[in-house]
């Protein structure tokens, strides 16, 4: 099973991209307000979660989609895969951020994070 959500935002595709697209910028995440990157990994507190180490699996600028999964993480997870993308949609652009994770009881807490992201977001380019 997996969480996907797809969302409208009244902003160009290259402004959301400068903000999701960017490994090492959490000013968008609720709470979140320091972030390492190395190149390939992004090391994170996450509110209610603890120090988490994401591994970047792909980045295309020219298509604005990321993958990334969690490798490390105070709960052992078996699966965390999440994928994003940004495509021009009228007069602002559509985002669509799609998590795999497993064990399924960690869901809840991972679609309420993206609900609280979904939302910064707006905050920001809609402001």
């Known amino acids: 099973m997996a969480i996907e959500k797809i969302v409208n935002y009244k902003c160009t595709p290259a402004e959301l991209w ?5 490994p090492d910028r959490v000013d968008w995440v609720p709470g979140m307000t320091e972030c390492e990157f190395d190149g390939e ?4 507190d996450l509110p209610g979660a603890g120090t988490i180490k994401e591994r970047i699996l792909s980045r295309d600028e020219a298509t604005m ?11 052992p997870l078996e699966k965390h ?3 994003m993308s940004i495509e021009a949609d009228g007069d602002g652009c559509k985002f669509t951020w799609t998590t795999e994770i497993l064990p399924l ?6 679609e309420k994070s993206v609900d ?4 910064q977001i707006r905050s920001m380019v809609e402001s």
């Open 18 to 22: 400068d903000i999701v697209g960017t």
């Open 41 to 44: 990994v992004r090391t994170v």
């Open 65 to 75: 989609t990321m993958s990334y999964s969690c490798i490390e993480s105070p709960t």
């Open 116 to 119: 609280g992201a979904i939302e």
């Open 81 to 83: 895969l999440a994928r």
């Open 105 to 110: 009881t960690f869901e809840p807490f991972i």
